[in-house]
């Protein structure tokens, strides 16, 4: 049976239909709501949808494909996705038109569940328009490419290379033989995750809209709310315990949880990663108790810590309190969790533990070598051997990693940001956190950044979220890809003539 090829224009055609749906689902809340807004979400879901369909149904196949396409096509369907969603934005009036570029910023922040925001007062904005936010890093966290080829069966063959460029990680794992199969698989455990999460805030006392909103982002890992204050809008502690262990989860592996499903709770203790993962947020844990050890109370101190440790260090960027106020120390420790972020196969940003895992076995070896400089030293993570190829490529990653950072905070500091909000911007950005440190924390919005600042941080997100990598494979891709769909249209009109 001949399969049709994945193209740019048919993935783009596709998420754009999935977006739709998520402002038409929005504008029937702000209508249940009545507080406005669901007009201009209806027109922004059939501007979507218009687009969507001509792009799907107009765009042309081929019975082969090719892995430059694919990486080509999520790299498009990012920024359409990024471009119309921010439209209802505009419509609905919360954002005007001469601030457009505002209206894209919190787009792609929603899409790449970074969670940094322009919005201060959240009490004018409707609650449509606050439904539709979540629900864009409901969307973004585990990628609407694998909603893509779940849903829609006609995109066929290169679904493997979509879901291994799109999906949240350095890798995509096959839970089934079929790549449908998998990308279904990995919905209905985020769908699953997503309800008991909400199901679970609602019962120790939020609102239904208040539980499904934050449900949404956190398991994405995303971070927005619909309050300005986040979190400590509740003051709940049963509301905080419940949101930490929903982003403990999504920080984690959802290849390892779906094995855990069939094989149970020890398929986790059989992962290297996960115990790095978690060693590396309860050991930052205990080092912000120690630190904040007589600036603030003992349960305070436990209580704030505790959930900042898990929410940096899965990159979600929920806020429960000021962290900007506490010691200098303690801001080294939170910069060290947005920087490595969740596991591998997660919703989170960041570096990923794994190759953190990875960089420290190798700087072992290297320091082994130096002794004994014949010896023949592999570098393992727990029963597996890594290549040097593999390790090379971990290397080269996080140098680039880092690297975007530097730029990134040289940049904004020459655009005039004082320089510790544009490093920990920087660092938030490219980590896909959310807030960051200075005048950028968790009480404050990105406003404090120059909008040319902001253009920056829109471009380090984007980086950040696709990976640096296959970003970059995908820009040389949609170069191929043009060059290609050029000669094979100059092909066919030399055939017709």
Known sequence: ?????????????????????????????????????????????????????????????????????????????????????????????????????????????????????????????????????????????????????????????????????????????????????????????YGAATSVVAVALFVVGMSAFDAVTHAFTTVATGGFSPHADSIAHFDSFLIEIVIIGGMLYAGANFSIHWRALKEGPGAYGRVSEVRWYLWLIFGCFGLLVWINNGELGWFENVRESLFYAASLGSNTGFGSSNYVLWMPAAHVALLLLMLVGGMSGSTAGGMKVLRLQVIVRYSLRELRRARHPNAVIPIRLGRTTIEEQVAAKVVGFVLLYLGLIVAGGITLTGLGVEPVTAFSGAISAVGNVGPALGEAGPTSNFLSFPRSGRLILMVLMALGRLEVFPAMLMLVASIRGVGQIRRRAANHDFKAG
Do not use: H, N
């Open 1 to 189: 049976m001949r399969k049709l090829a994945i193209t740019p224009v048919r993935v783009s055609g596709a998420a754009l239909i999935a977006v739709a749906v998520a402002m038409l689902l929005s504008a029937i809340v702000a209508l249940v709501d009545g507080g406005g807004g669901a007009i201009g979400l209806l027109l922004s879901a059939l501007i979507a949808a218009s687009l969507g369909a001509t792009l799907f149904f107009g765009s042309r196949v081929s019975p082969s494909a090719d892995s430059a396409l694919a990486f080509a096509s999520v790299a498009w369907s990012w920024l359409a996705v990024s471009l119309v969603g921010a439209i209802p934005f505009l419509l609905t009036g919360v954002i005007t038109w001469g601030r457009f570029d505002d209206a894209i910023f919190e787009s792609i922040s929603g899409f790449t569940c970074t969670g940094s925001t322009i919005f201060s007062d959240f009490s004018v904005i409707p609650q449509g328009v606050l439904f539709y936010r979540s629900l864009t890093q409901w969307l973004g966290g585990m990628g609407l490419v694998v909603l893509a080829v779940a849903v829609l069966p006609a995109l066929g063959i290169g679904g493997l290379e979509l879901i291994a460029s799109e999906a949240p990680g350095p890798t995509a794992d096959r839970l089934s033989l079929r790549v449908r199969d998998t990308a279904r698989r990995l919905w209905i455990l």
